[in-house]
């Protein structure tokens, strides 16, 4: 190909997947439109026939910052390595997390900067966790639709091109009115009503899309609510279920945006994490799907209020739904991971008991430690 020269989409995509060179030369030259961006070619062929084995992967974290990045870094870091492990957001990050490992600056938005960030640090696996969550989602559409779906396209794109092992998380919030509820499954009619759902649903399709036509490798969870202590509620419809917490240690009363009756799928974020490297580190010819649910336990405002007044018997907790978040009764009550524990042994290992009792316990340790009143 001459330099300069804008190959046809598909035969481009398909010079930079893994096996799939035969497929490229099928694709006739003609009546496609051109890429955007120019993707260099200097080891397509290499890139395609054959790549070496690696005893580690190198591995981006985009989003790094939020509720799930510095958690999964630092469990990551312990099995490969903590030069092999590099956490990117737009913010600055504390001196705790700078200090702890590789850190960059990343903005989703930017192609070229994205692209050389895998190229200079040799990226072999991509987590890419940069997305506006569900309440903030609905409160900036329009910015939700660049980094949900223009970012995501960014980070198809430079998985494809340099045959990347891809993680897009999903959601509960990808499911509607229409879907299944109780449990819902895998596969069935989704047809969300927030632009976050909109986007996540975009995603698993555009991932398993690419992986048909073009062999990508991309995986794809979806998540329950996850509640953890490390990070601060990020605007998530079930961020209530963490706030609940630092309220009955601190004030001792809690104003829930959800009714008392709204059952929502939750997971603790250790089994999150422990989900997430299990699914990285399965060997693809176990996999029957590319996007799964993953379970844990089930429960509503009222029943995790009951269980935390075991330990603290003074929390008051009121009820003052809130539209927007409330706007979740389409939202699975429970989530089937039946294709996730036989395909590659998922097992969570957190009940409500053992989740009340550690978050419990997590809060009045950082209080304490920071020299905060514990109520």
């Not at 198809?156 to 509607?176: C, H, K, M, Q, W």
């Not at 974020?269 to 029957?288: G, K, N, W």
Request: hydrophobic content about 35%; some cysteine; proline content about 7%.
């Amino acid at each position: 190909m001459q330099p300069g020269v804008c190959m046809p989409t598909a035969a481009a995509l398909g010079l930079f997947c893994r096996g799939c060179l035969s497929r490229a030369r099928s694709f006739p030259g003609g009546g496609l439109s051109c890429l955007p961006r120019q993707m260099s070619t200097w080891n397509s062929l290499e890139t395609c026939s054959t790549s070496p084995t690696q005893e580690k992967p190198c591995i981006l974290i985009t989003g790094g910052l939020g509720q799930l990045g510095v958690g999964l870094a630092q469990k990551l870091r312990k099995q490969y390595g903590t030069e092999n492990v590099i956490l990117s957001d737009i913010k600055k990050p504390s001196p705790h997390v700078f200090n702890s490992g590789p850190f960059v600056y990343a903005d989703v938005l930017d192609y070229k900067h994205l692209r050389e960030l895998i190229v200079n640090y040799r990226v072999t696996w991509l987590i890419h966790y940069s997305a506006l969550l569900s309440a903030v989602g609905e409160a900036n559409v329009a910015l939700a639709r660049q980094i949900n779906i223009t970012g995501l396209h960014n980070v198809l794109d430079l998985a494809l091109e340099n045959s990347l092992r891809l993680f897009v998380p999903s959601t509960i919030g990808a499911f509607g009115p229409s879907s299944p509820r109780d449990p819902a499954p895998d596969l069935c009619v989704q047809r969300p009503r927030t632009i976050y759902g909109v986007s996540k649903v975009h995603g698993e399709l555009m991932g398993e899309y690419l992986y048909h036509k073009y062999g990508l490798d991309f995986r794809c969870l979806r998540y329950p609510g996850v509640i953890s202590v490390s990070t601060p509620p990020g605007g998530g419809t079930t961020d209530y279920a963490v706030q609940i917490f630092h309220d009955a240690l601190s004030t001792g009363h809690h104003e829930c945006y959800l009714r008392p009756d709204t059952r929502l799928p939750m997971m603790h974020i250790s089994d999150c994490h422990r989900a997430t490297i299990e699914f990285m580190q399965a060997p693809e010819s176990q996999l029957s799907l590319r996007t799964y649910n993953i379970a844990a336990m089930s429960f509503t405002p009222e029943e995790v209020a009951q269980e935390i007044r075991k330990h603290v018997p003074h929390l008051k907790v009121t009820y003052n739904p809130d539209s927007v978040r409330q706007n979740i009764d389409s939202w699975p009550v429970r989530f089937d991971d039946t294709n996730a524990r036989r395909d590659w042994g998922w097992a969570s290992a957190f009940r409500l008991e053992e989740l009340v009792s550690d978050m419990l316990r997590s809060i009045r340790d950082k209080r304490t430690t920071e020299g905060l009143p514990v109520s």
